[in-house]
DNA sequence: AGGTGTGAACACTTTCACAGCA
DNA sequence: TGCTGTGAAAGTGTTCACACCT
């Protein structure tokens, strides 16, 4: 629909929409300054960005607040409600499953995945851990289109190539490896230690980073 | 001591480190296209990010993988112990705590900090949870130099803002919301609900995410 | 021959500056 | 007047292509 919109627009968008979301006056207008200010950028940035939608401000007043978000929840495709499936029910995968910003952003985890027998079978909230084995049967049931892996790095690989057999094209990766997946598929890594050590790197040498 | 090096640019040094440390050889050598294939970069990349640092490869025969990651850890700082507090002990920091990736990196959690009078004085491991109240205290005996937040978002401006009067220069912030900090403290968010966000939309538009 | 190190070309992103509309 | 929308300029990051070393 629209072409190169680049990550760190579509980041900024996420930003944006959060600022919108407890801004003071909710149905009033914020200007570009405003937004810029409170997401940390340039009121030319926000502009720009939001110029790649769509011209939806008013000049001389700004942009009014509940158009201004109601059209970055459409562009963002959080006008509808996602199916995700979460592989990996361990440590990490349990504060992922309680973490209630999810639900309220319509993420939907409808379906918990794993390997270990003592865990298959379990309940968590309203849903039943399921074998991994039977990965493919649980995503068609539950028409997952998301995919959560949080698993151990040797095992990703596989399982993610599994899941866009099934049909899956959008995959949030915990596991410390480097996934391989074709064009059609996004993909993207949460990897905790990086950034720690992008930390660590900006300690160590001048500073430049933030 | 290095000028402007880029954040992708510290992102894929930290992957080629991870990817050397489990090469097949590991006295052997790699070249900068087995590492970009691994790494999923261009050769060229590779060595551009490699040559800000000095020339260590040899020209012929590629990089030796011991000299290499030792290069790479001296230049990411990982060639010490680095001493991480961690505030907030609900479920985000309960799962960061018991993570093994960090301690094998040379991030050791030496304290850990919440405001919940049920939580203070349990014992997580070797530390016990400290109140919030105290931060300045603990860091001090604990000389710590990282600081990650796991607290609610309302929380945590207020208490980035005493550590890093308290001398804390580097921040992971888990919460989902933006901190300001000064030039001269190094902050990283993550934020999973972003990086879903994305996804969402690049499902929704056209195929041109990674 | 094989593979690095690097200037130059290219592509992409951000900032500037201002015309134009409410 | 106030603030948007946007071409053009500046800045940054990536890729190319090749000289050079082993």
Redesign the pocket.
Known sequence: MYR?V?D??VRRLSLYLRILEDVEDPRGTV???DLADQAG?????V??D??LFG?????????LVPELSGRLRQILGLDREWRVALVGAGRIGAALFEYPGFRSRGFEIVAVLDHDPAKIGERWGNVTIEDVAHMEEVFAETATQILIMAVPARAVQELVDRAVAAGVRAVLNFAPAQVKVSQDVALKDVNVVMELEALSFTLSQGREGR
Chains 1, 2 share one sequence.
């Open positions: 190169k680049s760190s627009t200007s570009s300054e950028t340039t009121a030319a940035q502009r720009k939001l110029s011209s939806f401000g008013k000049r001389g007043l700004g942009y």
